[in-house]
Nanobody
Framework: QVQLVESGGGLVQAGGSLRLSCAASGRTFRNYDMGWFRQAPGKEREFVTAISRSGSSTYYADSVKGRFTISRGNAKNTVYLQMNSLKPEDTAVYYC?????????????????WGQGTQVTVSS
């Protein structure tokens, strides 16, 4: 069992930055591939980024590539999402998720545990 708690969301102006954190419970955090997804009002949940168990591989949606960076600290059981050059279209609830064995990394069905989400609002 893994419990995930996101933090760091908030209101920011376009062009600004935010850093999201996802704290995981349990001693097996390092065995999970981790991902971030987001869901805007009236839209389906979409993949944002993911990182492999070791942290050696990262994956990004085209819409955030070059602006967002995912990282993990296995010693701290935490995964981070650094978001720069934010745009109004980045406004959404951001969810952290853990997968025992991801293959595509971008498919939400691969993820076994989800956090409650944190709101990110980017004003124009």
């Amino acid at each position: 069992q893994v419990q995930l708690v996101e933090s760091g969301g908030g209101l920011v102006q376009a062009g600004g930055s935010l850093r999201l954190s996802c704290a995981a419970s349990g001693r097996t955090f390092r065995n999970y591939d981790m991902g971030w997804f987001r869901q805007a009002p009236g839209k389906e949940r979409e993949f944002v980024t993911a990182i492999s168990r070791s942290g050696s591989s990262t994956y990004y949606a085209d819409s955030v590539k070059g602006r967002f960076t995912i990282s993990r600290g296995n010693a701290k059981n935490t995964v981070y999402l650094q978001m720069n050059s934010l745009k109004p279209e980045d406004t959404a609830v951001y969810y952290c998720a853990a997968s025992w064995r991801a293959t595509t990394y971008s498919d939400a069905y691969e993820y076994d545990y989800w956090g409650q989400g944190t709101q990110v609002t980017v004003s124009s």
